[in-house]
């Protein structure tokens, strides 16, 4: 069973976040005419902050739909993650991509929404929910040689914490995300989880505290 309304969702979501980037390139450049800032500060302005995440990714994949006697532990993963992090006071918006695959199965995301990040004692803390589209592939097919895939929208709900170890870095400890995706005519439920590394790139900002 397709998700009837997901297929237009990642289109609007996709044109959501380029509207917010353009936003928020637009509202941080300044034209140099009218520009009163010191020069020293305008040289060491480096645009927007950018966050790239990249680590090592376990997805529990629903596959007792697809004929499984179980589900699927798929523990051969990576998820990378590019985000704009604040836009406006710790709301941003992010794009993921993931990859699980065993001797049985490989599963893609490729996800985009909203996320909001905030900081507690010194931990930065987030939650996002992501719209997009999954692929699965089923790899062992009896006798045939065939390998059938399949196209389907998907929806991401989770967080995770990540603490920082300077300036530029942070470790992601855990992102755990619920994931709905439509494959060979079913929904399958999934639970993926993620740990790894976070680089921050252009002007870096504080997200709200409590």
């Known amino acids: 069973m397709h998700f009837p309304r997901l297929s237009a969702l990642p289109v609007k979501t996709a044109l959501l976040a380029i509207a917010l980037f353009g936003f928020c390139v637009s509202s941080s450049a300044q034209n ?7 020069a020293s500060v305008q040289n060491s302005y ?8 990249a680590g090592y990714s376990f997805l529990r994949y629903d596959s007792v739909p697809l004929g499984f006697s179980d ?16 836009l406006y006071q710790g709301l941003g918006v992010v ?7 065993s001797d049985q199965l490989k599963s893609f995301n490729f996800l985009i929404g909203p996320q909001y990040r905030f900081e507690v004692k ?3 803390l987030f939650g996002h929910v ?32 990540d603490i920082p170890i300077g300036k530029r870095f942070s470790i992601r400890v855990i992102q755990a995300d619920y994931l709905i995706n439509s494959a060979f005519g079913d929904r399958l439920h999934n639970v993926r989880y993620s740990s790894g590394l976070v680089i921050d790139f252009g002007k870096k900002s504080s997200p709200p505290s409590f």
């Open 130 to 161: 992501l719209m997009g589209k999954s692929r699965s592939r089923l790899l062992q097919v009896g006798n045939s040689l065939l390998q059938p895939s399949s196209l389907g929208g998907a929806v991401a709900l989770g967080g995770g914490a």
């Open 71 to 86: 589900k699927l532990n798929l523990t051969q993963g990576g998820n990378v993650e590019v985000s704009l992090p604040n």
């Open 122 to 124: 010194g931990i930065d």
């Open 32 to 38: 140099p005419a009218q520009n009163s800032t010191p």
């Open 95 to 101: 794009a993921d991509f993931s990859g699980h695959w």
């Open 46 to 53: 480096r645009g927007p902050e950018v966050n790239i995440f």
